[in-house]
Each structure stands twice: as C-alpha cells, then as structure tokens.
C-alpha cells in the first residue's frame, strides 16, 4: 500500500526565518508525482509545488523548495525567508499512474509568529 | 478565471438524511475530485470522475455516490447519514486525467451532522 507521512504534526517559527517540513512515503511504483499543498484557515487547499519522480533537479517555486530524495522516498519542502502568510496547514502527498489517486499525509500546521 | 466552486459552503443534517454537494469545475477542466477532510485528519480520497465517467473509488461505504454532468459539473450524494460523516468535503478540479495535470481545489462544504 502506498503510504505519506508527515512526522511533525506541528511548527513555529519566527518570520523570516527558514523552516523545514518532513515527508516520507512509500511506493513500489516507479513513475509518480509528489506535491505540497497548503491549507490557510480560510481553508481553501493551495498547490505549493509539485515533483516528478523521474526528475533529479529538486523543484524550486519562489520561496519554497524542496529536497527530494527518492532513494530515501524523502521529499521535505523548505520555506525560506518565512511570512505571516505562510500560517497554514502544510500537506505532502503522492499519486501514481497505478490509481490516480491523491494520497495524503496527516499535515504539519505551520505557525509563523510576527 | 473562475476558480472551482462548491456550493452550498455549510450544510446541517440529522442522521439518516440525505446530502447533496456540488461542485463546479474550472472551465476546461474534465476531472473531477471529491475528498472528505475530517477533523484533525488528512484528506481521504473518495471519487473521481473524468468525461462523465466514475474513474476511481476510495475505501467509501455505497452510501457515498456521486455523478459527473455533460457540463463537467459534479453532485456527491451521501445517503443515511451517520455522526462520522462530519467533515470538510472538498472538490478538485483538473485539465484531464493523467499525473501532469495538478489538481486545483474548491472552498469546500462543511457537512455538519446533528
């Protein structure tokens, strides 16, 4: 079964500061993308940036990056120079060409304090 | 460009009604999503429909049913409602099928069972 988990169910940092969010998962699959969405209070869920299995280059949006280890099956977003904004839920998730189907972490709740 | 758009935004039913979500997609876009987001938890995919067809099921009792319209629109019916149906449901709208089209979500409607 293919799995995410995100490990810290919560974070807080200063702004301006850089803050890093773990995600790991597990497939047997070999073609697949990976995402973070973000979720505001407002509730909306928000694409951040997304990864292709098959791409070595870690994607970069902005402000946010990631790290993406496939042999690991890690895939951790980086969020630097951190905004109020940024106050959201944070979720990884997967999908395969197996399903096509989102498979979605717990999420991380990120708290960026003025 | 409109986003998608769920109506209504909050619902309350008492157990053993019937529910009735809508969706509108971003024009253009084919696939539909639905997703039940519980409270404190990740999202759980639940169906998806493409071209007016139902592509995909998650692990959803019958009472969980839906259908895709010719305009792409999209209705989930859950019928005898139980406590556990409590949740942010959340639609998801994308160009197609296939794992390069990302997913662009609505506002969500709030079910609320009493």
């Known amino acids: 079964a293919q799995t995410v988990t995100q490990s810290q169910p919560e974070m807080s940092v200063q702004e301006a500061e850089t803050v890093t969010l773990s995600c790991t998962y597990d497939t047997s699959e070999s073609n697949y993308y990976l995402f973070w969405y973000k979720q505001p209070p407002s509730r909306q869920m928000i694409l951040v940036i997304r990864q292709e299995a098959y791409k070595q280059q870690n994607a970069t949006e902005n402000r946010f990056s990631v790290n993406f280890q496939k042999a690991a099956k890690s895939f951790s977003l980086k969020i630097s120079d951190s905004q109020l904004g940024d106050t959201a839920m944070y979720f990884c998730?997967?999908?395969?060409?197996?399903?096509?189907?989102?498979?979605w972490g717990a999420g991380t709740k990120l708290i960026i304090k003025p | 460009e409109a986003g998608v758009t769920q109506s209504p935004t909050h619902l309350i039913k008492t157990r053993g009604q019937q529910a009735t979500l809508r969706c509108s997609p971003i024009?253009?876009?084919?696939?539909v999503y639905w997703y039940q987001q519980a409270l404190g938890l990740g999202l759980q995919f639940l169906l998806w429909y493409d071209e007016g067809e139902e592509r995909n099921r998650g692990n959803f009792p019958p009472r969980f049913s839906g259908r895709q319209f010719p305009n792409y629109s999209s209705e989930l019916n859950v019928n005898a409602l139980e406590l556990e149906d409590s949740a942010l449901y959340l639609c998801?709208?994308?160009?197609?099928?296939?794992?390069?089209?990302?997913?662009?979500f609505g506002d969500g409607t709030r079910l609320s069972i009493l």
């Open positions: 998801a709208s994308s160009l197609g099928q296939g794992l390069t089209q990302p997913q662009h």
């Open positions: 998730a997967f999908i395969s060409d197996s399903n096509y189907q989102l498979i």
């Open positions: 024009s253009g876009h084919t696939s």
